[in-house]
């Protein structure tokens, strides 16, 4: 069974920092592209950052640039995202979703997501 | 404000049909066939439920349908169920340097 489980999430002071963890299961970690994508309460999708499978390339939206890093380690199948000098907002519920590659061409599409963890940033 | 447009929500009874519009411009919709739709239920995790504008992911029902004129993507929904009720997002590859990925504002899909 295919699983991406987030942890990392809570309650953190403007300014502060959090890591989030994405963990892997059930499907060969190394064939997908991985990305973090945020929902703030009651508000639509937004795509944070993406990470290509050996992380040679890597993304962020302009939104969170200069502010949050994307890395993972194909070892231990995990994703992470490290988020400094956070703001308000940064709060929503963040969600790790991967895109299958094959060869050298990735799908244009996320077809999984984890269940989401929740960052509140707040005084 | 999300760079796709979509209406804030729709409604339809069972049995009958709805049609959610996903708008944008010549850096994504228009110009990639790169488009996706997401059904999300309350408090869960998007679901992937048609990618390339028109294609089904195995074990979607054959109720969803995809498709795409210009500037503008649509997901259409047959024989509207009660499970269907949900929010729906559609995404886009864009050619914008600043952005990889862009989804609409989201619709919520109520079955009256």
């Known amino acids: 069974e295919v699983q991406l489980v987030e942890s990392g999430g809570g309650l953190v002071k403007p300014g502060g920092s959090l890591r989030l963890s994405c963990a892997a299961s059930?499907?060969?970690?190394?064939?997908?592209?991985m990305n973090w994508v945020r929902q703030a309460p009651g508000k639509g999708l937004e795509w944070v950052s993406s990470?290509?499978?050996?992380?040679?390339?890597?993304n962020y939206a302009d939104s969170v640039k200069g502010r949050f890093t994307i890395s993972r380690d194909n070892a231990k199948n995990s994703l992470y995202l490290q988020m400094n000098s956070l703001r308000a907002e940064d709060t929503g519920v963040y969600y790790c979703?991967?895109?299958?590659?094959?060869?050298?061409?990735?799908?244009?599409?996320?077809?999984?997501w984890g269940q989401g963890t929740l960052v509140i940033v707040s005084s | 404000q999300s760079a796709l447009t979509q209406p804030a929500s729709v409604s339809g009874s069972p049995g009958q049909s709805i049609t959610i519009s996903c708008t944008g411009n010549?850096?994504?919709?228009?110009?990639?066939?790169?488009v996706s739709w997401y059904q999300q239920h309350p408090g869960k995790a998007p679901k992937l439920i048609i990618y390339?504008?028109?294609n089904r992911p195995s074990g979607v029902s054959n109720r969803f349908s995809g498709s795409k004129s210009d500037k503008t993507a649509s997901l259409s929904i047959s024989g509207l169920q009660a499970e269907d009720e949900a929010d729906y997002y559609c995404?886009?590859?864009?050619?914008?340097?600043?952005?990889?990925?862009?989804f609409g504002g989201g619709t919520k899909l109520t079955v009256l």
């Open positions: 990470i290509s499978r050996t992380s040679h390339y890597i």
């Open positions: 010549s850096s994504n919709v228009g110009n990639y066939i790169r």
């Open positions: 390339d504008v028109l």
């Open positions: 979703a991967g895109r299958y590659c094959s060869g050298g061409n990735c799908f244009y599409y996320f077809d999984y």
């Open positions: 995404s886009s590859y864009t050619s914008n340097t600043t952005l990889v990925w862009v």
């Open positions: 059930g499907f060969i970690f190394t064939t997908y592209n």
